[in-house]
């Protein structure tokens, strides 16, 4: 497990909520020092720590822990639905063809 790596994904997610070390630190209740040292990953971040900075920072803690997020197909599914439920009968058309060559494009070199 790479504690820098996370520590930079927690990095990203506080500057994109707009809030320093110091504010997130205090909503997850640790000190900003710790903080710190979590996002520059000089220290081992506990589980209820992990799970209190996801909370904060309104993300899963796979989103944390890993670079690309892990999502179940049934997830992965429910999110395609709520694209394509705003779309016309004229977009879903065109996003069909396109869903069509992508799979087909993945099954030959995936």
């Given at each position: ?9 927690i990095r ?99």
């Amino acid at each position: 497990m790479n504690y820098y790596e996370i520590g930079q994904r927690i990095r990203k997610y506080r500057k994109a909520h707009q809030l320093s070390q110091e504010e997130l630190a205090e909503r997850v209740g640790i000190s900003t020092t710790h903080m710190s040292h979590i996002e520059t990953g000089n220290t081992k971040l506990s589980l209820p720590v992990l799970v209190a900075l996801a909370g904060a920072l309104e993300v899963g803690t796979d989103t944390l822990l890993f670079e690309t997020a892990r999502t179940t197909r049934g997830e992965a599914l429910e999110d395609v639905l709520s694209i394509l439920d705003g779309c016309s009968a004229e977009q879903l058309k065109v996003l069909k063809d396109i869903l069509g060559a992508a799979k087909r494009s993945m099954d030959k070199y995936l």
